[in-house]
């Protein structure tokens, strides 16, 4: 019985530990990430427009500055054009030029729509933030089918100076 209590409690143990590895940002430095316009959407899950719900393994990500946009994520539904270049799958895309507008949420939290002017494939990208980190974004594209992806928001890693390690 002992032998069974052990291995149990070791994984119980790791598992709530994992729990806090992940975790988002939250109250205050969330708040001043929001205001700073210096933050990262990472995403866990995608929805397509037919309602098909993916968990994504691999990190995808929206990073928002207030000198630019990085958007690296995945796309699932229909698209109405075809990329010229098929590494170009996906809603992967910078711009240095684009709207920003945010407001306080009904519940505490925050809307705020993107509008990159300098990449014509999407038409606005909308993220609702909690308060407590978590976000949607809903991206609105005029040439596949909208998708919204559900995820978290975290603060945008440091840039190393040329020469650290």
Do not use: H
């Amino acid at each position: 019985m002992k032998f069974i209590k052990m291995p149990v409690c070791l994984v119980i143990t790791v598992l709530l530990g994992s729990v806090t590895l992940f975790a988002q940002v939250k109250g205050d430095k969330l708040k001043q990430l929001i205001k700073d316009q210096e933050y990262v959407f990472v995403a866990q899950s995608a929805l397509s427009q037919r309602g098909t719900n993916i968990n994504l393994t691999s990190e995808y990500d929206l990073k928002v500055g207030k000198t630019q946009i990085e958007s690296y994520l995945p796309f699932y539904g229909r698209a109405y054009t075809a990329p010229m270049d098929p590494t170009e799958g996906g809603i992967k895309f910078t711009s240095k030029n684009f709207k920003y507008k945010e407001k306080l949420g009904k519940k505490g939290g925050w809307e705020i729509v993107i509008v990159p002017t300098d990449y014509k494939e999407i038409n606005s990208m909308a993220l609702s933030i909690s308060e407590n980190g978590y976000a949607t974004l809903s991206v609105n594209s005029n040439q596949r089918s909208n998708i919204s992806f559900y995820g978290y928001i975290m603060p945008k890693p440091e840039k190393k100076e040329k020469g650290e390690n």
